[in-house]
């Protein structure tokens, strides 16, 4: 990889200059959601075909929903719905580190989006169930349906209205689960923005290089009481290998952060993330987004993977993506897998919003 000085100077600079988001108000709550989802027999390891297995269940989900901090009377019926991935929780969107810079939810807020962030089922204070049985793709998807349909309902805590625009933005396993969304419930929701994702991605082993294993194990203190398959990444190096780009692309404080707080993912979950589902009755806006240095889903060069995206929205009103998104920064420059904790996360902001107000939203 080739030394990056100049553009990290210049983030620098614009770093400086950038003012410290505000605070929103926000309100936590817990949503009891029953679910009904048909699951894969993960019973020989891997997922058959299709699946086959219903399960259902009511559980307590973590919701937190925050107004803007800015009024833009065009956004006051549009909502922002922030989905995680793997081993994140509410902080992803939401960072405790240095938020003024990195925390989505207010560069959101700034720009007159209420956002709903969110413990996905399985994460942080969310109910926990089985990781394997239970915590698979298809629930994950029938738990985010809920949520949304609530949201357009007006039955949000804290919100007091109810929304019409759906703006959806996943990270990695919560792109892999909003892309299953918009597969199985088209209607749900116009627009889809998917980071850290493709459904194309690099042969590079990266549970390895994270080395994954029993959350309990890993990290008893905090982690101790789940499930052996409830996983986490070994420790903070290999959390940056797997995840972050090079040297010099993130304040080693906002990984020591992100290590301090990581949580886990459910085995099943990993084993049913679905790489080759096609949305087919998608009719809104979808981009996908990706750092340069994301070693799993940004092929050299310049994420030319990419470009493949468009076949799996074959009836988007438009599928961008790097240049197509005609903005510079579209692919993330000096940026890993966990964009939002490196030092160009406001450039991904940056380009998200840019691109939402060119569409309109
Ligand atoms: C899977 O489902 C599809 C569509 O319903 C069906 O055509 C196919 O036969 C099924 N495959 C298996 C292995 O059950
Ligand atoms: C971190 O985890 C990796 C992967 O499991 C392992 O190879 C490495 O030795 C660990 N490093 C430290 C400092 O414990």
């Known amino acids: 990889m080739q030394p990056r000085l100049f553009s990290l100077a210049a983030l620098a600079i614009l770093g400086h200059a950038s003012p410290t988001l505000r605070a929103p108000k926000c309100t936590d709550s817990i949503a009891s959601l029953t679910i009904s989802a048909t699951n894969f027999d ?4 891997t997922p058959p075909l299709n699946a086959t297995i219903p399960v259902s269940g009511t559980f307590d989900v973590h919701l937190r929903f925050c107004e803007p901090t800015v009024s833009v009377p065009s956004r006051a019926g549009t909502l922002q719905i922030l989905v995680h991935g793997a081993t994140y929780g509410a902080d992803y969107m939401d960072a405790g580190f240095e938020p003024g810079i990195y925390s989505y939810v207010r560069y959101a807020a700034a720009h007159g989006y209420a956002t709903l962030n969110m413990d996905r089922i399985g994460y942080g204070a969310s109910d926990h169930p089985d990781p394997i049985g239970t915590m698979q793709t298809p629930f994950d ?14 039955r949000i805590s804290g919100a ?11 990270h990695s396993l919560g792109s892999f689960v ?9 209607q749900l ?20 290089l994270a080395g994954f ?20 990444t070994a420790n903070a190096s290999a959390r940056a290998a797997a995840f972050y780009g090079p040297e010099g692309s993130f304040d080693p404080a906002a990984l020591a952060f ?27 806006y979808v981009l996908t987004v990706n750092g340069e240095d994301d070693l799993l889903y940004c092929i050299e060069p310049a994420c030319a993977n990419l470009k493949g995206e468009a076949q799996y929205y ?26 939002n904790f490196h030092l160009a996360a406001p450039d991904l902001y940056a380009n998200i919003h840019a691109w939402l107000s060119k569409h309109g939203y």
């Open 42 to 45: 993960l019973s020989s390891g």
């Open 213 to 232: 294993g029993p959350a309990n194990l890993i990290g008893p203190a905090r982690l101790g009481g789940l499930a052996s398959s409830y996983l986490t």
């Open 258 to 284: 992100d290590e301090s707080e990581k949580i886990t993912v459910a085995l099943g979950e990993f084993l049913t993330a679905a790489t080759s589902i096609v949305a087919s009755k998608f009719t809104g």
């Open 189 to 208: 929701v116009n627009v889809v923005v998917l980071t850290g994702y493709s459904h194309t991605f690099a042969d590079i082993d990266i549970p390895a």
């Open 160 to 170: 007091r209205r109810s929304f019409h625009t759906i703006v959806a933005v996943g």
């Open 314 to 339: 074959p009836s988007a009103k438009s599928v961008d993506y790097g240049e197509l998104a005609s903005l510079t920064v579209a692919v993330i420059k000096n940026a890993g897998h966990s964009v």
């Open 141 to 154: 998807v029938a738990a985010l349906a809920d949520i949304v349909r609530l949201a357009r309902a007006g």
């Open 178 to 186: 909003l892309n299953g969304l918009v597969a199985a419930e088209p």
